[in-house]
């Protein structure tokens, strides 16, 4: 059988996983040119991988500092990465094939479907179009507020700061160039007190981290008149995430002088706002991580493990995945067989995928934790940051990543790609799917709890 025939014969998880492995492997050959790093030698093949799985899977965890070890060539090649990583391997080549005049497709659309989470196909190629505007028009207004900003202090470089920092936000990448201004490693913490770099960058991922499918009903609300459950479970379970997130990091780090307690009120507010939103697959800090209590960092490993919504930049296992799990619960409490909420039904087979994918990436985050305490010298508590970072595509670190072995690097890439494609999506790939039996089985009732 020839490749081509091989290739059509692939199912749409497998052609994903397949996709974004050439995507991170083509970034990891350019990251591991001379080229690419400045006043070191050529970066060794295994960083490359990571810093471009990074990239494509919109992480932002790195073992090499982005703007002291790459030069303006490598910098841009983790852009465009972060760049197709945001908007999936399957949106640029939909995009390009539209812009040719080429027809999408009925493998295409199914391949689509199954990248952006979709329901059905119908809309899916509309859905693309709307993206690219959405990432255009966001992209370029976080642009033009950064320049204004940075240009005076920076100069012309200011610039090329404004449009890394922009598309790194709105793909809740978390990758940033301010190594090179306030030394290795320090994210955004120069900027804790400074309003218009806090909340560009915060508005550029939670809009982001809201989902392009909610974003496209907000630009059709004038024709439509209503919002989908799915948008509204989305607004309320991503308000409440952030206020309990930028609640709880305000008070429990008030007292604390080495984070909140060394700042005045106003700066303190903004510092647990965007510290607060930020574990919502994002990235960046403005605080020292390392220096916050337990208690906090404890909470941000529980949001991040939440994470974003589906169909968009972010990653862990969905808003709407928990708050599907939540619903469960409560009707389960109430003596209610079904789960309702805005005077909807939601599908049994909808809250059993939702708590299919929570099981099966809790499954892949003990077993890489497991596995990194054995290969790393940390305590369990900072390697289990590090994995649930690495699985909610966050990028958040206590510090654990720039010091891993060999073998922690693989296992984190694979936590990386497993987390930005989704655990189900690798086990649709490798695993062989079974015909559905025509019969059921006699039902009995175990006992439960």
Excluded at 189 to 209: E, K
Excluded at 339 to 354: E, M, S
Aim: hydrophobic share 55%; net charge neutral.
């Amino acid at each position: 059988m020839s490749p081509t025939r091989q290739l059509f014969r692939l199912t749409p998880p497998q052609i994903l996983v397949l996709g974004f492995a050439t995507v991170i492997l083509i970034g990891a050959v350019l990251l591991s040119l001379p080229i690419a790093t400045e006043g070191v030698a050529a970066l060794s093949f295994t960083d490359a991988l990571f810093t471009a799985t990074s990239a494509v899977c919109v992480t932002g965890l790195v073992v090499v500092d982005t703007a002291t070890t790459f030069s303006t060539f490598g910098e841009v090649v983790i852009m465009i990465l972060i760049q197709v990583g945001g908007l999936g391997f399957m949106g640029f080549a939909t995009f390009f094939a539209l812009l040719l005049g080429k027809r999408v497709g009925m493998r295409e659309r199914l391949i689509l479907t199954e990248a952006y989470n979709q329901n059905r196909l119908g809309g899916v190629v509309q859905l693309v179009k709307y993206m690219v505007i959405i990432f255009a028009l966001f992209e370029g207004i976080g642009f033009l507020i950064l320049a204004a900003r940075w240009v005076p202090e920076f100069g012309l470089k200011g610039l090329y700061y404004a449009l890394f920092h922009s598309i790194s936000a709105f793909n809740n990448a978390g990758f940033d160039l301010m190594g090179d201004q306030f030394g290795p490693f320090s994210s955004m913490t120069a900027f804790v007190g400074d309003p218009i770099v806090s909340l560009t960058l915060a508005s550029l991922f939670i809009i982001g981290g809201i989902g392009f499918v909610v974003l496209v009903e907000l630009f059709q609300y004038r024709y439509a008149r209503r919002f989908s459950l799915h948008t509204k479970l989305v607004f309320v379970t991503t308000l409440c995430l952030t206020v309990v997130g930028v609640g709880g990091i305000l008070v429990i780090e008030w007292g604390n002088a080495d984070t909140l307690g060394a700042l005045g009120f106003g700066d303190a507010a903004m510092a647990a706002f965007f510290q607060g939103v930020t574990p919502r697959t994002a990235g960046f800090n403005t605080l020292d991580l390392a220096a916050m209590y337990p208690a906090t960092q404890f909470l941000i490993i529980l949001l991040m493990f939440i994470g974003a919504s589906p169909s968009s930049t972010g990653g862990g296992i969905k808003t709407t995945t928990f708050v599907a799990i939540l619903l469960a619960v409560w009707g389960m409490v109430r003596g209610h067989d079904d789960v309702v909420t805005f005077r909807r039904r939601i599908p049994h087979g909808q809250i059993y995928k939702a708590l299919t994918v929570s099981v099966a990436s809790m499954a892949l985050v003990t077993i890489m934790t497991m596995l990194l305490t054995i290969t790393e010298s940390s305590d369990v508590f900072h390697v289990f940051f590090e994995t649930v970072s690495a699985f909610g595509t966050v990028g958040l670190s206590l510090g654990v990543t720039p010091e891993l072995s060999e073998t922690g690097k693989f296992l984190v890439i694979f936590t990386m790609f497993a987390g930005r494609l989704g655990p189900m999506t690798i086990a649709f790939a490798v695993a062989k799917r079974m015909v559905k039996p025509p019969y059921r089985h006699p039902e009995e009732r175990p006992l439960i709890g």
